[in-house]
């Protein structure tokens, strides 16, 4: 192979070492540096054109740069297909824990344990196994919202499954909010499959006491799944985030489904952001309404941001 190769195959991102190692001289690589033919992008790796980088040749300069390293976190997620390229922002690698790697311009190293048995080191570009990915990203968001939409991304593209996050969640005697990830994790596992229907599960229905409903569930014979059914009071709750629901084909095929459900003697009732994040209370009150009139029995209990 010649480093013409090499660096096709590595988004056209190539270091000193692997251009020594195919037998190049030092005095080859300047040479190649004078030409133009490569450009530094850190010390001792080169890209092969002298224009603005991509993310993926960012991600590749950075794990050759740290090498032996491997995209970590949020990174990781990107090459996995998790979660989509950045328009900015570093790129995250990780390296043996025992190791010591100078801080350059749009790199964050991390110093992993046991970094030979967490990353896969002979994929293109090498990356931190996806359920350690995963967690390590979850852990590291600002903010519950944010934990729970890098869990979902994932369960949602089925990179991953909440057993086997949970299993190495517990593997790992230590990580950064444990305790919160875990309990996440084990809300998911009732079938929340979103951000927007978590918040639902421990904003509204949860600590209102309102009935817990089936979730991504049928109704009679129609094929359609809904987040939320309540079968003894006829009931279904759909959470609508914006973005997801805004296309014209979306739409119409929420009301096809709306009114299928009344045909079937079902009442539907949406619910977006605004209800869920930043009036659960006042939702909880008008749900508890509508289901008492539709034959629930219970009551609704008051939580303490309640009014």
């Known amino acids: ?20 190692e195919l037998g190049l001289a030092d005095h080859d690589v300047r040479r190649l540096v004078r030409r133009r033919d490569l450009t530094r992008v850190h010390l001792g790796v080169y890209v092969t054109h002298t224009g603005e980088l991509s993310w993926r040749q960012r991600a590749w300069a950075a794990v050759l740069y740290a090498a032996p390293a491997a995209l970590w976190g949020p990174s990781a997620l990107v090459v996995e297909r998790v979660r989509p390229e950045p328009p900015s922002g570093p790129v995250h690698v990780a390296v043996d824990e025992l190791r010591r790697v100078d801080a350059v311009p749009g790199v964050v190293v991390h110093r992993v344990r046991r970094l030979d048995e967490r990353a ?14 995963v967690l390590d990203t979850a852990g590291a968001a600002v903010g519950e919202v944010e934990r729970v939409a890098v869990l979902t991304d994932a369960l949602q593209a089925r990179a991953v499954t909440v057993p086997r996050l949970l299993a190495t969640l517990e593997a790992r005697p230590r990580m950064l909010r ?19 229907e978590h918040g639902y599960l421990v904003r509204v229905e949860r600590p209102h006491g309102l009935p817990r409903g089936r979730r991504q569930a049928h109704v009679g014979g129609l094929r359609s799944r809904h987040d939320v059914v309540h079968e003894a009071t006829r009931t279904i709750i759909e959470l609508d985030g914006r973005a997801y629901h805004s296309l014209a084909s979306q739409r119409y095929a929420d009301l096809e ?44 209990r008051r939580c303490p941001q309640c009014p």
């Open 1 to 20: 192979m010649d480093w013409g190769d090499l660096a096709q195959r590595q988004d056209g991102v190539v270091s000193r070492r692997q251009l020594v």
């Open 257 to 300: 489904r709306d009114a299928a459900a009344a045909a079937a003697g079902h009442l539907t009732i949406r619910l977006g952001w605004g209800q869920v994040f930043s009036s659960p209370c006042t939702t909880a009150e008008r749900l508890a309404r509508v289901l008492r009139q539709r034959g629930w029995a219970g009551s609704l």
């Open 120 to 133: 896969r080191l002979h994929l293109s570009p090498p990356r931190i196994r996806i359920e350690h990915a």
């Open 178 to 196: 444990k305790s919160q990830l875990r309990a996440l994790l084990q809300d998911l596992t009732e079938g929340t499959d979103s951000v927007l």
